[in-house]
């Protein structure tokens, strides 16, 4: 299979404010998502919730547009209410199929960062959608990344632990089989956040990336992966692990019983 990689522009980049980086001149640091009142180039509002341009397209051949979740600059899916979370994953759906119905680009990338070690650059809480205009950047990706151990399914849609992860070791697949529910599929979203880095590893994750998808049936998966250093055999062969039967089946059991303990509940 060809390598195409995306183009990364240094001379962009360097520009970019920075949050996590501890030597950053104290001008890079200020959050621009807090000054709402001065942002340009927007797509979209509602309230708090505003798709806009990315002032730094650090990659080429490529639109890069950011979605601010929230104007709390320490929030997250986690510490929000049930019904702002529903809010903001329907209107950030309807900004990502706004982009992919354009047809201007090849594909369409849904993205969330969070946390020191998912390869973001600002705490405020913002996803980011990115149309590229001449890559799929679904191709390295299969179905079967999407399956794995189910704890919940009903019509609309289906949880699991991924059995097939593009990295590994865990990962966490919320699937919307159909459009009919999105709201229970938010909770899911929310619920499988708190889950990350309350549970599972007790505690020890501070950092996921949240990656959407689209389905070959017409639904989209959900993923959650954990970030802590990338294992060798995926950083220099592309070759993801995954855990042992005994402990996704572990898992599988402590998530279900943590959402229906009431973490789905704001």
Excluded at 25 to 54: E, H, M, S
Excluded at 83 to 93: C, G, H, P, Q, S
């Amino acid at each position: 299979m060809k390598n195409d990689p995306l183009v990364f522009q240094m001379s962009i980049a360097k520009d970019k404010p920075q949050s996590y980086r501890k030597k950053v001149p104290a001008q890079k640091k200020v959050c621009p998502f807090c000054d709402a009142a001065n942002l340009t180039n927007i797509y979209k509002r509602d309230g708090d919730l505003i798709w806009l341009k990315n002032k730094f397209p650090t990659l080429r051949d490529t639109m890069q547009t950011v979605l601010i979740e929230s104007s709390d600059h320490h929030g997250d899916i986690t510490t929000y209410s049930k019904e702002e979370n529903r809010k903001m994953i329907r209107f950030a759906l309807s900004c990502a199929e706004q982009m992919q119905k354009s047809g201007k680009y090849r594909s369409v990338l849904w993205y969330k960062n969070y946390g020191p070690h998912s390869g973001g650059s600002l705490i405020h809480p913002h996803m980011q959608i990115v149309g590229l205009e001449h890559e799929d950047g679904y191709k390295y990706i299969h179905q079967n990344n999407f399956e794995g151990e189910t704890l919940f399914q009903d019509k609309n849609v289906e949880v699991n632990i991924a059995q097939h992860p593009i990295q590994g070791y865990t990962e966490l697949n919320i699937n919307a089989l159909m459009r009919n529910n999105i709201d229970l599929w938010a909770d899911w979203i929310q619920s499988a956040a708190k889950y990350m880095l309350n549970i599972m590893y007790d505690g020890r994750c501070d950092s996921y990336n949240l990656f959407f998808y689209p389905r070959e049936d017409g639904g989209i998966c959900a993923k959650y992966i954990t970030r802590f250093n990338a294992p060798p055999y995926f950083v220099g062969y592309k070759l993801s692990q995954v855990n042992d039967e005994l402990t996704l089946d572990k898992e599988a059991q402590r998530f279900r019983k943590f959402y229906d303990g009431g973490s789905r509940i704001g």
